[in-house]
């Protein structure tokens, strides 16, 4: 079946005010960007968030509740609304935060909603690159590029030994020496590991097939659940964190390889990142 956005969006509300809501947000933080920033810390030194971050979340927890006041609502940037409905919506107003303030181009807004305890729609945007990613349970994952759209689908990778990865590090200088060290043992195992500093975007890559596989230890639902669930639509596989799972890993590769990848973290220790932090802590 041939797939317009619009007609995307106009069959399917929930991700019609997912699209409202990254695009009016993305277009808020690429326009109004200041030439300079005043930045807070939270948790260290360089975990840097920006008015422009608290701004977006703002912005986009108002077009929900004008639109559908009994939802419910959680976002890194502190937004926590139990609503009535069913209906949770998980946004990071701004993800590689760290990209935005360097003037790096990949960076992003993430929007899902979650219905009854399960997403139903992911929705990306990456302002500078043009693009955006839609996932709609049932239907699909796509690229969106202006007027065009194209359907995802994850690479055919058989060989982990010939798989391009990708990876993040947190912002606490422990933890980015424990996955350092992790790094260390799984780089002589694949062709070659990539970082883009942003989560989204590395899930929508290996959803458009540039990557064949990612990891990363220590993301919140904010960080992964749009992107997930567009992963999956594009024929990956995903292995979500657990809520109260200190590894805090997620995995997530084309199907051919998750079996061996998801194997081969475990052996080199990158589920025990977090619980060593905590020990060193």
Same mark, same amino acid.
């Given at each position: 079946?041939?797939?317009?956005?619009?007609?995307?969006?106009?069959?399917?509300?929930?991700?019609?005010?997912?699209?409202?809501?990254?695009?009016?947000?993305?277009?808020?933080?690429?326009?109004?960007?200041?030439?300079?920033?005043?930045?807070?810390?939270?948790?260290?030194?360089?975990?840097?968030?920006?008015?422009?971050?608290?701004? *977006? @979340?703002? &912005?986009?927890?108002? #077009?929900?509740?004008? %639109?559908?006041?009994?939802? !419910?609502?959680?976002?890194?940037?502190?937004?926590?609304?139990?609503?009535?409905?069913?209906?949770?919506?998980?946004?990071?107003?701004?993800?590689?935060?760290?990209?935005?303030?360097?003037?790096?181009?990949?960076?992003?807004?993430?929007?899902?909603?979650?219905?009854?305890?399960?997403?139903?729609?992911?929705?990306?945007?990456?302002?500078?690159?043009?693009?955006?990613?839609?996932?709609?349970?049932?239907?699909?994952?796509?690229?969106?590029?202006?007027?065009?759209?194209?359907?995802?689908?994850?690479?055919?990778?058989?060989?982990?030994?010939?798989?391009?990865?990708?990876?993040?590090?947190?912002?606490?200088?422990?933890?980015?020496?424990?996955? *350092? @060290?992790? &790094?260390?043992?799984? #780089?002589?195992?694949? %062709?070659?590991?990539?970082? !883009?500093?942003?989560?989204?975007?590395?899930?929508?890559?290996?959803?458009?097939?540039?990557?064949?596989?990612?990891?990363?230890?220590?993301?919140?639902?904010?960080?992964?659940?749009?992107?997930?669930?567009?992963?999956?639509?594009?024929?990956?596989?995903?292995?979500?964190?657990?809520?109260?799972?200190?590894?805090?890993?997620?995995?997530?590769?084309?199907?051919?390889?998750?079996?061996?990848?998801?194997?081969?973290?475990?052996?080199?220790?990158?589920?025990?990142?977090?619980?060593?932090?905590?020990?060193?802590?």
């Amino acid at each position: 079946m041939t797939h317009s956005i619009d007609s995307l969006l106009t069959e399917h509300h929930l991700a019609r005010l997912a699209w409202i809501c990254a695009q009016s947000a993305g277009a808020f933080l690429k326009d109004q960007r200041p030439r300079e920033i005043e930045i807070d810390t939270k948790s260290s030194g360089s975990d840097l968030v920006s008015e422009m971050d608290r701004g *977006a @979340e703002a &912005l986009i927890v108002d #077009l929900i509740t004008s %639109a559908r006041p009994d939802d !419910s609502i959680l976002g890194e940037e502190g937004a926590d609304r139990t609503g009535s409905s069913g209906v949770r919506w998980i946004i990071d107003p701004l993800d590689g935060t760290v990209n935005y303030l360097f003037g790096i181009p990949l960076w992003g807004v993430s929007v899902a909603v979650e219905v009854d305890g399960e997403v139903q729609v992911g929705m990306i945007s990456i302002p500078e690159t043009h693009k955006s990613y839609l996932g709609i349970a049932g239907i699909g994952a796509f690229c969106i590029t202006g007027d065009s759209i194209e359907k995802l689908q994850v690479r055919e990778s058989k060989d982990l030994s010939k798989a391009l990865l990708s990876t993040g590090f947190g912002y606490s200088a422990t933890r980015r020496r424990l996955q *350092a @060290e992790v &790094l260390t043992e799984v #780089l002589p195992k694949v %062709a070659d590991v990539r970082r !883009s500093g942003c989560a989204v975007v590395d899930l929508c890559w290996l959803a458009s097939g540039l990557f064949d596989a990612y990891y990363e230890t220590g993301l919140n639902p904010w960080d992964y659940a749009a992107g997930a669930l567009i992963v999956d639509l594009a024929g990956g596989q995903v292995a979500a964190p657990i809520d109260g799972d200190l590894g805090k890993l997620l995995v997530a590769s084309s199907p051919g390889i998750f079996t061996e990848f998801s194997q081969m973290l475990r052996s080199v220790g990158a589920h025990e990142v977090l619980l060593k932090e905590s020990q060193v802590l």
